[in-house]
């Protein structure tokens, strides 16, 4: 651990980057609240501090990352609230389309985008197409997404494969399974970060975070900058992983 004036600063080994990491941006409404402001100025922040994370990641060779951007619980939220996070979802994705052949991210949306609005659910499968042929870093956004609806969702279509005769139920893998959910073909996380001081799952992941390693951190999302992510990296890096083994 290297000394940059007052600030502490990890450094990472770029040699044992986790592949795959995944972000629970919490803490948006907590940072508007501490400043006297709307919970949705906490969210507008949030978004451009997801911007500066994504950039990172790809700048640091990171293959894959997934964001929970809207829960299937979030709809809870006041419509003004659930109305400004969508507002800002298709804002930041005007602009992915805008700069897609510069930046080379590939976007996939994990969850059911069927209640969203035609406009965004639109948007959201052009960003998906046009994006397809980027190889380099792979961006899932989760919107409306649920750790367990997802596995019902994947429950439901094997049952139709199974029952259309296409595959034989006591043949069922893990691996197999983890075809019929909205990660297939993602691997797993190695690394999953919550900022806010909350340190639960919340319907995250369900399925593929069964080994990742989990950091929590006190800052509250819009305020996790390039040093943080260094941090939550390091952190993982020292970690020894057995997998259930010893
Ligand atoms: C959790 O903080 C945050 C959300 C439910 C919304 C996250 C949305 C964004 C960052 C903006 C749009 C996203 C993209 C990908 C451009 P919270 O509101 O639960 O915070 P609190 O726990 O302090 O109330």
């Known amino acids: ?7 502490e600063e990890v450094q990472v080994d770029r040699e044992r980057l986790p592949r795959h990491i995944a972000i629970i941006m919490d803490g948006n409404g907590r940072w508007a609240k501490g400043r006297g402001l709307p919970r949705t100025a906490g969210h507008a922040v949030g978004a451009e ?3 500066t994370i994504a950039t990172y990641c790809r700048e640091l060779g990171i293959e894959y990352l997934t964001v929970y951007a809207f829960s299937t619980e979030n709809w809870k939220r006041s419509a003004d609230e659930v109305g400004a ?7 930041y994705l005007l602009e992915a389309v805008r700069d897609m052949e510069k930046e080379k991210v590939r976007f996939v949306f994990f969850g059911d985008l069927a209640p969203l609005s035609e406009e965004l659910r639109e948007l959201c499968r052009q960003v998906e197409r ?3 042929k980027f190889e380099g870093c792979q961006v899932n956004i989760c919107l409306n997404y649920g750790g367990r609806d997802e596995i019902v969702q994947g ?5 139709r494969d199974c ?9 069922l893998t893990e691996e197999q399974f983890g075809g019929y ?20 799952i919340s319907n995250f992941l369900l399925w593929q975070s069964a080994y990742a390693e989990y950091y929590f951190t006190d800052v509250c999302w819009p305020d996790f900058d390039r040093a943080e992510l260094r941090k ?13 083994g010893v």
Do not use: C, H, N, W
């Not at 996070?85 to 804002?91: H, N, T, Y």
């Not at 429950?155 to 049952?159: D, E, G, R």
């Not at 959910?181 to 639960?200: H, K, M, N, T």
């Open 163 to 171: 029952m259309a005769g296409k595959v034989d139920p006591e043949r």
């Open 130 to 132: 046009d994006s397809a």
């Open 1 to 7: 651990m290297a000394l940059f004036g007052k600030r």
């Open 181 to 200: 959910l909205y990660s297939a073909g993602v691997p797993d996380p190695d690394l999953v970060i919550r900022p806010s001081g909350e340190e639960r």
């Open 232 to 244: 939550a990296i390091g952190a993982y890096q020292g970690r020894s992983r057995r997998f259930g």
């Open 155 to 159: 429950a439901k279509a094997f049952a």
């Open 49 to 51: 501090t997801f911007r």
């Open 85 to 91: 996070i969508m507002g800002l979802l298709q804002k």
